[in-house]
Nanobody, 116 residues
Framework: QVQLLESGGGLVQAGGSLRLSCAAS????????MGWYRQAPGKQRELVAR???????YYAASVKGRFTGSRDNAKNLVYLEMNSLKPEDTGVYYC??????????WGQGTQVTVSS
C-alpha cells in the first residue's frame, strides 16, 4: 500500500531554516502529484506547496519566495526547503500524494515550531 514518511521537522528560531523530506513507497511516484500541507493548532489544514510530475510548483501566497518544493523521482523523495521562517509557519506539516486516478494519501505529519 502507499506509505508516506515525513522527516525534518523541529524547533527553530524565527528567521531560521528547515528542510522537510517525504519518502514515498507503494505508488508510481513519477506519475503522482505531491504536495505539502500544514495545520496550525485550531486551524484547518492548508495547502503550502504542490510539486507536479515534471517538477513545476505551486505555492501558497503566504510562503511564496520563502519555501521551495522539489522532488527526486529516482529516489521517490519530495522536499520542502523552508527559509525565513516565521512563528505563523508553526504547525504539523503533512506530505500528500495524488495518483492519476485521483486517489490521495497522507503521511503522519511532522511538527514544525518556530519561536519568536
Amino acid at each position: 500500500q502507499v506509505q508516506l514518511l515525513e522527516s525534518g521537522g523541529g524547533l527553530v528560531q524565527a528567521g531560521g531554516s528547515l528542510r522537510l523530506s517525504c519518502a514515498a513507497s507503494g505508488s508510481e511516484f513519477s506519475s503522482d502529484v505531491m504536495g505539502w500541507y500544514r495545520q496550525a493548532p485550531g486551524k484547518q489544514r492548508e495547502l503550502v506547496a504542490r510539486i507536479f510530475r515534471a517538477g513545476s510548483t505551486y505555492y501558497a501566497a503566504s510562503v511564496k519566495g520563502r519555501f521551495t518544493g522539489s522532488r527526486d523521482n529516482a529516489k521517490n523523495l519530495v522536499y520542502l526547503e523552508m527559509n525565513s521562517l516565521k512563528p505563523e509557519d508553526t504547525g504539523v506539516y503533512y506530505c500528500n500524494l495524488i495518483q492519476k486516478s485521483g486517489k490521495d494519501y497522507w503521511g503522519q505529519g511532522t511538527q514544525v515550531t518556530v519561536s519568536s
